[in-house]
């Protein structure tokens, strides 16, 4: 069935830093992936995604590009911040498998030190 | 962006009780989803609904859970006979423009 595999955490970074996260996937059709972010006591909230091969999605000063050669979808940011602690989180929808239902990877916690 | 709420935000119960989860999205739409996460771990996904259907359920959704809509806004997950290690925390989304919109979940401790 399909899958989500990212870096194993946790993450520490200082302030300014540059940020990446690595995903791959696994999947039998032609996914939409997808990058959720948890800050800490909170719910999953959309970071960024992108629906084809070769799509960047943008959002917060992170980006991501779809790479269907490498199955990755890996998370970049160049200046990490503080505020940008959380738990990230790579997942993928495929159609194909009936309903879009979400795969997510296990989640890698970022901490930013000032 | 579209909001989904859930009620309640916490909520402890006994081991054998049943509980109900409640999801209500702010607008009006047909794909709804239950996902857990169990402390620590990665989100799983439990269970698909559409058009008032079950579309997909995961391993996981066994028969002591279920889901309605039962006056057509409010979404609800019910565990008959809760376990220990139904103990999560239990997010509800729905998809709009081809995205999974989240609440903010419902922490649920069995003790």
């Known amino acids: 069935g399909d899958s989500v595999t990212q870096m194993e955490g946790p993450v520490t970074l200082s302030e300014e830093a540059f940020l990446t996260i690595n995903c791959t996937y696994t999947?039998?059709?032609?996914?939409?992936l997808f990058w959720y972010v948890q800050y800490p006591g909170e719910g999953l909230q959309l970071l960024l995604k992108?629906?084809?091969?070769?799509d960047k999605g943008s959002n917060k000063g992170f980006e991501a590009t779809y790479r269907k050669e490498t199955t990755s979808f890996h998370l970049e940011k160049g200046s990490v911040q503080v505020s940008d602690s959380a738990v990230y989180f790579c997942?993928?929808?495929?159609?194909?498998?009936?309903?879009?239902?979400?795969?997510f990877g296990k989640g890698t916690k970022l901490t930013v030190n000032p | 962006e579209p909001e989904v709420t859930q009620t309640p935000s916490h909520q402890v119960t006994q081991m054998g009780q049943e509980v109900i989860l409640r999801c209500v999205p702010i607008?009006?739409?047909?794909?709804f989803y239950w996902y857990r996460q169990i402390l620590g771990q990665k989100v799983e996904f439990l269970v698909s609904?559409?058009?008032?259907?079950?579309?997909?359920k995961s391993e996981i959704f066994d028969d002591q859970f279920s889901v309605e809509r039962p006056d057509g806004s409010n979404f609800t997950l019910k565990i008959r006979s809760t376990k220990l290690e139904d103990s999560a925390m239990y997010f509800c989304?729905?998809?709009?423009?081809?995205?999974?919109?989240f609440g903010p979940g419902t922490r649920l401790l069995v003790l």
């Open positions: 997942a993928l929808s495929d159609a194909q498998g009936g309903s879009e239902k979400l795969v």
């Open positions: 999947a039998t059709g032609y996914p939409s």
């Open positions: 992108a629906t084809k091969a070769d």
């Open positions: 607008s009006n739409h047909l794909y």
């Open positions: 609904f559409y058009n008032n259907e079950i579309s997909e």
């Open positions: 989304a729905m998809t709009y423009q081809e995205t999974q919109y």
